[in-house]
């Protein structure tokens, strides 16, 4: 008993320090990095709409594995099984659930009107844990990147070099 206390109390505590955790759906390829809120005892996700995160493998009723990383240094911290439930939108359960993911929601294109657009839109999830903490793998787990339309690196414009050359002249 005092061990399973432990683990909730590990898996409660590293939910809720870190803002990104790693989820791997039971069909899914591989873990993707979703975030998320700590709502009473359970992980929080909003997604598969348009302009949110993609939830692959995460069905209702399903099982996933969560990993939760260390906020100081971004290394995994407890990876946990979990049972995946997905709230009726308008229920009491969903309402809470949205009102605490919209405020971690950034960058959202309709404010005040985001929740209208989960409730047609989205699922909302929670992420129940089942198990015991998993023990920590012997390798890195280290992987490619899933392939995405997303990209920060851009070749530079020719031009760049020689405004940026001119502007310390002056």
Avoid: Y
Wanted: some cysteine.
């Amino acid at each position: 008993m005092t061990g399973e206390l432990l683990d909730l109390a590990l898996i409660e505590e590293a939910a809720k320090k870190s803002g990104l955790i790693w989820v791997r759906g039971a069909d899914a390829p591989a873990p993707r990095a979703l975030w998320h809120v700590w709502r009473e005892g359970a992980v929080c996700l909003v997604g598969d709409g348009p302009g949110e995160q993609p939830l692959p493998g995460l069905v209702d009723g399903g099982t996933a594995e969560v990993t939760a990383r260390g906020k100081d240094k971004g290394g995994r911290l407890v990876t946990f099984p979990v049972a995946v439930s997905e709230l009726p939108a308008g229920s009491a359960a969903w309402e809470a659930a949205v009102a605490d993911l919209k405020g971690k929601r950034l960058n959202a294109p309709d404010g005040e009107e985001m929740p209208a657009r989960w409730a047609r839109e989205c699922r909302v999830l929670c992420l129940v844990p089942t198990g015991a903490v998993a023990p920590l793998p012997a390798d890195s787990l280290a992987r490619r990147p899933l392939p995405s339309p997303a990209t920060t690196r851009r070749p530079v414009p020719a031009a760049l070099p020689k405004l940026l050359a001119g502007r310390r002249r002056k």
